[in-house]
């Protein structure tokens, strides 16, 4: 049996100094790894962007090691934030550059890739 997913690839408003930063803090060990993940990135033009994980496009972000104690309530809560339980998003597993198999948010409502990010990452749009 394979172990857990117990990482996230956070890309978007979940990174250090975004807005949702807060809501990630309380459940990651360590510092992260800057790394990627094949994807496209998207501004949907509401202070947050939208990924579509796949493809040979990289989308730029951080993975963390979540604390394997908090781990379902880590997942639940980041769910609820992220709109997973409306549909907006939907949680996924990714590969990453730097090896780890990680959760992360796709987006889950066309309409929300209004512009895609060149270059793919949100912290340099």
């Known amino acids: 049996m394979s172990a857990p997913v117990s990482h996230l690839f956070v890309y978007g408003t979940l990174r250090p100094g975004e807005v ?4 990630l803090a309380p ?3 360590g510092v992260g790894i800057d790394t990627s ?3 496209a990135l998207y501004d949907t033009e ?3 962007p939208a990924a579509m994980f796949g493809g040979a496009s ?10 394997a104690a908090l781990l379902d ?3 639940a ?3 609820d934030v992220e709109g997973a ?5 939907a949680r996924v597993t990714v590969e990453t550059a730097s090896g780890h198999t990680a959760w992360a948010y796709q987006c889950g409502e066309a309409a929300l890739l209004v512009r895609r990010i060149e270059g793919g990452d949100w912290l340099l749009r």
Do not use: C, E, M, T
């Not at 949702?20 to 809501?23: E, L, N, V």
């Not at 990289?58 to 604390?67: E, K, Q, T």
């Open 46 to 48: 509401l202070g947050y």
């Open 37 to 39: 993940s094949p994807g």
């Open 20 to 23: 949702r930063w807060q809501h």
């Open 58 to 67: 990289r989308i730029h972000g951080r993975v963390y090691a979540l604390d």
């Open 27 to 29: 459940f990651v060990v």
């Open 73 to 75: 309530d880590a997942l």
């Open 85 to 89: 339980v409306r549909g907006k998003y």
């Open 77 to 79: 809560h980041l769910d």
